[in-house]
């Protein structure tokens, strides 16, 4: 007894002595474990959307991989060192914009991407989803709360720019991604009641503008989500067979693999974009209900950490990370079920994909950064 009464006090002291492995890598155990959730969930609806391919899911590990270091190694950085070089990363970001409707590489009818001699293909869009509201929560954090006009204008520019590039590709669906991010920096800001208002009206009032500036295709994306079943076999068959593939699953589903939908090929882009038709055939609600109570937590801890950080800028980006990552969210499921026109937003995490993967875990990785550095309660 006695010595263990000298030994406690000693292994107490090494116990405090330094700090513990999260704090050495600057994560965020509850995000972290959150996302490997999500992540793993992902990888088994995968297996069967992808018709039972472990070329696919191996493909899947790997762009996991990938993205996760590339969280852990945004985590180390300062976000006060980035903040110097925004303007200079945003104008590279415009700059391979214009790269991209120059030189870029087509397939689809899309001209999205840029292939550099001895550089992976890659779509420098992806790149703005973070480059946009750093540079605007740079922009905001350094000017008087609530933002003056002239300031309001000034940050719109910096989203509408991309924007418009982004669409010329045609991208609507990350065109859409980055002017919410940006939007939401400038609504976090203290935007006065009034300026939200007159945006309001304005946005109302320019959508015949929009319609007309649409190309044929995404008009007719419109024209499907308003009445799909006016041409139920030709631009409705995805939004119809994806709302049967749903309604279909019921409260507990068909069982793993034993989706009809997608296993005889009725249901499109069944590993992609329509991937929750699969979780909602397989898994039914209840698997639904558990993914979405995931993306809850993960949304709830993103705006938790943008609630402890100190800096104008550091809760700025924070909250229009946490937001974005909603939207996310809101526009796959809505485009799936049929609530929203189908833009191409894959579901976050679990949707097959490398690009998008590796973007969202970057913006992850910048939240972990803040929580790292937020001011310590004593």
């Not at 980035?82 to 590279?92: E, G, H, K, T």
């Not at 001895?118 to 350094?142: C, D």
């Not at 006016?230 to 067979?241: T, V, Y």
Request: aromatic letters at 10%.
């Amino acid at each position: 007894m006695a010595d263990f009464q000298r030994w406690a006090p000693e292994a107490r002291k090494h116990l405090k002595s330094g700090p513990g492995l999260w704090v050495k890598l600057r994560l965020d155990p509850w995000l972290l474990v959150l996302l490997l959730f999500i992540m793993s969930f992902g990888l088994l609806v995968l297996y069967s959307g992808s018709g039972s391919s472990e070329a696919a899911v191996h493909r899947q590990l790997v762009r996991y991989g990938v993205a996760l270091l590339g969280m852990v190694i945004i985590t180390q950085i300062n976000l006060r060192h980035v903040q110097r070089w925004m303007p200079l990363l945003y104008i590279a970001g415009l700059l391979l914009l214009v790269a991209v409707l120059l030189f870029g590489v087509g397939a689809k009818g899309a001209q999205r991407w840029l292939a550099i001699p001895g550089l992976p293909r890659f779509q420098p869009s992806e790149i703005m989803k973070l480059v946009v509201p750093l540079t605007v929560s740079w922009y905001l954090a350094s000017r008087p709360r609530p933002p003056q006009l002239s300031h309001v204008i000034i940050a719109m520019a910096l989203v509408l720019v991309p924007m418009m590039l982004i669409t010329k590709q045609p991208d609507l669906g990350t065109s859409l991604l980055i002017g919410c991010s940006g939007v939401f920096v400038i609504f976090f800001a203290g935007l006065l009641l009034r300026y939200v208002i007159v945006a309001i009206i304005l946005s109302a009032a320019g959508l015949p503008l929009l319609w007309m500036g649409m190309r044929e295709y995404q008009q007719q994306r419109v024209i499907t989500f308003l009445d799909p079943e006016s041409d139920p076999l030709g631009a409705g068959w995805n939004i119809i067979q994806s709302k049967i593939a749903i309604g279909s699953g019921g409260i507990d589903g068909k069982g793993w693999l034993q989706g009809t939908q997608s296993h005889l090929d009725f249901l499109p882009e069944t590993h992609t974009d329509f991937i929750v038709a699969v979780l909602a055939e397989e898994f039914g609600l209840v698997g639904v209900l558990l993914l979405m109570t995931l993306y809850f937590l993960v949304l709830l801890r993103g705006l938790v950490i943008a609630g402890y950080a100190s800096h104008p800028f550091d809760r700025m980006l924070a909250s229009s990370l946490t937001l974005t990552f909603f939207v996310y969210i809101v526009v796959n499921i809505g485009m799936v079920s049929g609530l929203l026109p189908v833009v191409g937003v894959p579901l976050p995490l679990v949707s097959y994909g490398g690009t998008s993967v590796v973007t969202l875990m970057a913006s992850l990785g910048l939240l972990m950064s803040i929580h790292a550095r937020r001011p310590q309660r004593t």
